[in-house]
């Protein structure tokens, strides 16, 4: 601030990440395009959120406090689908846990309001987006109310926040209020009793609102979360989505509907600001998700795969938003300039490596359509799947000077890939380097109609089309790694011993597998802690305890020697011991490996293996049941310091 002859900050973001100057990090752009329409910005990260003096270094700022928990949702990043603590953070130097709390959000606008009553504070980012109303939180087990009453925020910003930000601090500047916001899209906020009660909610858009099910209904029924789930998906379209209004007791939130599509200029504007790419310099060590991304190119954002366990369609919206050919084309230079750079890009894609300037070819129909996927049960026969600009932009990267390779690593959408062998042949004979990631998730078809994703078939016809285009380009050994997900809602043994012997036919071997972890305002969420799938309103099977979840995903890696005996276990309980043996189709042979009776000791003589997690929303300490007091671990405050533990491990 000295440096530059600011004596005040018209706007200070606080995140839960590591700053990195780099348009893969939200924090970035928004800091970015704020400072390009003349703010002055100002960028808080990883503070120490017991007191609030970190809120003060930069003085009272003039218009708001911007506030995200970071790219991920602080509770995905602190805890496996266990329950347990991870032991890294992506988004922190060093990859060290600990610098951010739990539920970052909440904490980071208390303190927020304590160093400076009165500015107003703004939430955003993913984990504000995905708790913008009544939500299930898997770490409690309890349905929560909106972030917004909880964190005492004045307004939540969702999804992509470009606009917002601008548009906010423009009217703040001009001394608007925070009640002068409402008119604004993509925004929540909450009405106070009196207001409530005069019906202004139902008044609060342009549009007429839709009345949600109440908090007190959506805890107490489960029915009645199943019917606003509905609702809420039925209403994210960018286009033709209403206003949605929720009563918390007497007070109101008000969801105005999602911001419009931005056009492919104002993309390339955004990508075009000049960022660094680089963490910021007082860091020392390196960040791990920076070291994946750093020489990444991002084509597009939005998704219209619909998939209910993820959140990128509910959170950048269905509609493809892409850059220009000559946008993404200077950042490729800019990148080949970089005396640091080694001259291979990691990946160009987005949330899907191949749905690059495809949008629905009847703008008029995309207007009215709430339809939740454009390619499940079927490809909807408006979608543009024109691989054309895609196939043209690649072609056009690596032939740039000082650009060795380019690579694909963003997921590939295997039913639309398939629609042009051209894009596959391009794919297979440039851009893979060595393996590509695809995801067919399950081989189970009802799980996959649960996952809106395409049936099995799909898949195995995309992996002879690739395997048969690599021999073409002479690289016979390239191949393809899928992921899958264990306990989704849907799947049960008998489902995951199905997928466990179509491994074994085909020689996959997955070193990777993903559980399913049940994300605020998910469909598949709201699946998992009712039991019903809100649209067809089915009763569907839920692998709910550790026993189920274990089993599921020893399956998917049944040919490892640790997971002898729960997948002994698994078939025995289906029924299966076929499976057990020596047999083609046998998973595990008849007697356990000599790796498979060490780690059952290991395993017996941790004192931790068969507690169970606590749950704090019903007065038990947090932690695990039976496990005695609480390892000093991770964030936890009070943990000892490292050289404190040595020195107790060697008699000190």
């Not at 189970?444 to 109609?449: A, I, Q, R, S």
């Amino acid at each position: 601030m000295d440096a530059r002859g600011w004596d005040a900050v018209d706007v200070v973001f606080v995140t839960g990440d590591a700053y990195i100057d780099h348009p893969s990090f939200a924090m970035a752009i928004l800091h970015r395009v704020l400072e390009d329409a003349g703010f002055r910005v100002a960028m808080l990260s990883q503070p120490d959120w017991h007191s609030c003096e970190p809120w003060r270094q930069f003085g009272r700022p003039r218009l708001f406090f911007a506030i995200s928990a970071g790219n991920m949702d602080s509770m995905i990043n602190h805890y496996t689908a266990n329950k347990k603590v991870r032991n890294d953070d992506a988004y922190s130097p060093g990859g060290k846990i600990g610098l951010r709390p739990d539920r970052a959000t909440l904490a980071y606008c208390h303190r927020a309001r304590e160093a400076f009553p009165g500015v107003p504070i703004i939430a955003g980012g993913v984990e504000a987006s995905l708790r913008r109303l009544a939500h299930y939180d898997y770490w409690s087990d309890t349905v929560k109310k909106s972030i917004l009453l909880d964190a005492k925020a004045d307004v939540v910003v969702y999804g992509m926040g470009e606009h917002a930000i601008v548009e906010i601090a423009r009217r703040f500047a001009a001394g608007k209020t925070v009640r002068d916001l409402r008119d604004m899209r993509g925004i929540a906020y909450a009405l106070g009793a009196k207001e409530a009660a005069c019906g202004v909610a139902e008044r609060a858009t342009p549009q007429a609102a839709i009345v949600l099910p109440s908090f007190d209904e959506v805890k107490s029924d489960k029915h009645a979360f199943v019917e606003a789930t509905r609702i809420i998906y039925i209403n994210t379209s960018l286009f033709n989505a209403k206003a949605l209004v929720q009563f918390h007791d007497r007070q109101a939130i008000v969801v105005t509907p999602p911001p419009l599509p931005i056009a492919e200029a104002e993309m390339d504007y955004i990508y075009d600001l000049p960022y660094t790419r680089r963490p910021h310099p007082t860091y020392k060590e390196p960040i791990p998700a920076y070291e994946m991304i750093k020489d990444s190119v991002t084509l597009m954002r939005g998704c219209f795969g619909g998939c209910t366990f993820c959140s990128i369609t509910t959170h950048q919206g269905r509609t493809i938003q892409s850059r220009s050919q000559e946008s993404v084309l200077r950042e490729v230079r800019n990148l080949a300039a970089d005396p640091e750079f080694k001259g291979v890009i990691s990946d160009i894609g987005g949330p899907t490596a191949n749905m690059y300037q495809m949008r629905c070819t009847r703008p008029e129909v995309e207007a009215k359509c709430k339809r939740l996927s454009c390619v499940h049960p079927s490809i909807c026969k408006l979608l543009g799947t024109d691989h054309g600009p895609l196939i043209d932009l690649m072609k056009r990267a690596r032939a740039e000077p000082g650009i060795r390779k380019v690579l694909v690593a963003s997921g590939i959408r295997m039913d639309i890939a398939q629609l042009s062998p051209e894009y596959l042949s391009e794919l297979a004979t440039h851009h893979v380097g060595g393996h590509l990631k695809v995801a067919p998730e399950h081989t189970d078809p009802h799980v996959l109609d649960m996952m809106k994703k395409p049936r099995n078939v799909n898949f195995e016809g995309f992996a002879r089309a690739f395997n048969k285009a690599s021999q073409k380009a002479g690289k016979p050994k390239q191949y393809i790694v899928p992921y899958y997900i264990a306990s989704h809602p849907g799947s049960d043994v008998h489902a995951m011993i199905d997928l466990a012997i179509f491994l074994k036919r085909n020689g996959y071997r997955p070193d990777q597998v993903q559980d399913f972890i049940p994300a605020p305002f998910d469909v598949a969420t709201c699946m998992y802690y009712t039991g019903v799938d809100p649209f067809s309103k089915q009763e569907v099977y839920i692998a709910r305890n550790l026993r189920d979840r274990k089993m599921q995903r020893a399956l998917l890696q049944f040919f490892k020697p640790e997971n002898w005996f729960t997948v002994r276990e698994a078939l025995i309980q289906a029924g299966r011991q076929d499976l057990i043996g020596n047999g083609c189709d046998c998973l595990i042979p008849a007697q356990p490996p000599k790796e498979a009776i060490e780690a059952r000791r290991r395993r017996a003589n941790d004192p931790d293996h068969y507690h169970t997690v606590a749950n704090p929303a019903k007065g038990e300490k947090p932690g695990e049941r039976g496990a005695g007091p609480p390892k000093p671990a991770g964030y936890r405050p009070g943990r000892k310091s490292a050289k404190r533990r040595q020195g107790k491990k060697n008699g000190g």
